[in-house]
Structures are given as C-alpha cells and as structure tokens.
Antibody, heavy 120, light 110 residues
Framework: QVQLQESGPGLVKPSQTLSLTCTVS??????????WSWIRQPAGKGLEWIGR???????NYNPSLKSRVTISVDTSKNQFSLKLSSVTAADTAVYYC????????????WGQGTMVTVSS | QSALTQPASVSGSPGQSITISCTGT?????????VSWYQQHPGKAPKLMIY???NRPSGVSNRFSGSKSGNTASLTISGLQAEDEADYYC??????????FGGGTKLTVL
C-alpha cells in the first residue's frame, strides 16, 4: 500500500529556510486522484494545513503562510517538497506530509511526521 | 482563516457514547459536505476516521459515526473503549483556503 516518508534536517537556524521532502512509495505520485499536502503540529497544539500540490504542479497555500511557502513536486523521484523561508521559533513543529483525496477532500494517508526545531 | 471550533475536552465511561462538535461557518462546514474527522494517539500521525461528513473508510469501526447540521458537524463514538482515548480533529473544505482544521478535542475514557 502507499506509504509516505518525510525527510530533512531536524534543526534549522532562525531566518533560514526549512526544507523537507516527502517520498511516496507503493504508488505513483502522478496519480490524478490526489493532492499532496504538508501539515504541521507544534508541540501540544493542533494541526495546521500548510499547503498542497497536484501532480501538474498546481499549488494552494495557507494564506497565513503563503508569502513564505513553496511546495514542489518531482515526479521522476516520486517525491514532493516543502520550503518555508525566514523561519522563527514559531515554526518549530512536527511536519507531516499527507495524501488528500481529490474528491473527498480528506487526508487518507499520512507520513509518520518529522520534528523540526528552529533554534540557533 | 480561523480554525473550526471544537471543545477542548470530552470524557466518557467505557460503553457509553460521546459526541464531539465542530463548528464553522457557511464558508466551510455549512457550505460543503467535505467534513473529515481524524484520530491521533500520542506521538502518532493522525488517522482518517470519517470523510464527507458521515462516511467511514474501510477498516474503521462502525462505532464511529458523523453527522452535520447547519454550520456544526459532529463525531459520535458509541460503545466507548479504552483504545478510543486520543485527540480528535475535524477538518473542512473552505471557500477561502482549501483546508481548515479544528483546534482538536482530547477524549478521555474514564
């Protein structure tokens, strides 16, 4: 079955750019039936949707983060990536990648999550 | 966009039923039948429990059910079990930003 796995640095310095990659296994990221999303969760807090990408490269972002977020896809590697610029301590969180069903608008598969700490 | 409103906590005894509410606006919960519910155990990724207001994915117990009235969606868990103790999040499609989550509800099984 399809699995998602996040990877990237666990520590990022303030003002720098956070970069994470999600690798999709067991299925093709080019399937036309899904969006590929990033979601984060600060410790002890709720989920925050960051943004998503479709296989065509079309993106949607959370308006509150839009100026700092870039999501891209590499279909040859079956991966999609997140870049969040000008990070601060408020960006410290567990970052999840997830698959969103195009028709149901529900996140049916999630990665295990990766902790990213913003600190000097 | 504003998060959907959920109670911070709910509790119930084994065997009982509980309901978690998720209140939004006509621009999200009230305007679309794309409400989903997720269960999250400590240190784990969320798991989809309900989609499109009331549909259960394959493998999810029929003790979990969803409904919606106006701008408020609800998740009901019947026959409460110890393993149901977790955080629960609702989400909805929105007209302004494709997705918004609720603040989360901690379910305690007494």
């Amino acid at each position: 079955q399809v699995q998602l796995q996040e990877s990237g640095p666990g520590l990022v310095k303030p003002s720098q750019t956070l970069s994470l990659t999600c690798t999709v296994s067991g299925g093709s990221i080019s399937s036309g039936s899904y969006y590929w999303s990033w979601i984060r969760q600060p410790a002890g807090k709720g989920l925050e949707w960051i943004g998503r990408i479709y296989t065509s490269g079309s993106t949607n972002y959370n308006p509150s983060l839009k100026s700092r977020v870039t999501i891209s896809v590499d279909t040859s590697k079956n991966q999609f990536s997140l870049k969040l610029s000008s990070v601060t301590a408020a960006d410290t969180a567990v970052y999840y990648c997830a698959r969103e069903d195009l028709w149901y608008h529900a996140f049916d598969i999630w990665g295990q999550g990766t902790m990213v700490t913003v600190s000097s | 966009q504003s998060a959907l409103t959920q109670p911070a906590s709910v509790s119930g005894s084994p065997g009982q039923s509980i309901t978690i509410s998720c209140t939004g606006t006509s621009s999200d919960v009230g305007g679309y039948n794309y409400v989903s519910w997720y269960q999250q155990h400590p240190g784990k990724a969320p798991k989809l429990m309900i989609y499109e207001v009331s549909n259960r994915p394959s493998g999810v117990s029929n003790r979990f059910s969803g409904s919606k009235s106006g701008n408020t969606a609800s998740l009901t868990i019947s026959g409460l079990q110890a393993e149901d103790e977790a955080d629960y999040y609702c989400s909805s499609y929105t007209s302004s930003s494709p997705v918004v989550f609720g603040g989360g509800t901690k379910l305690t099984v007494l």
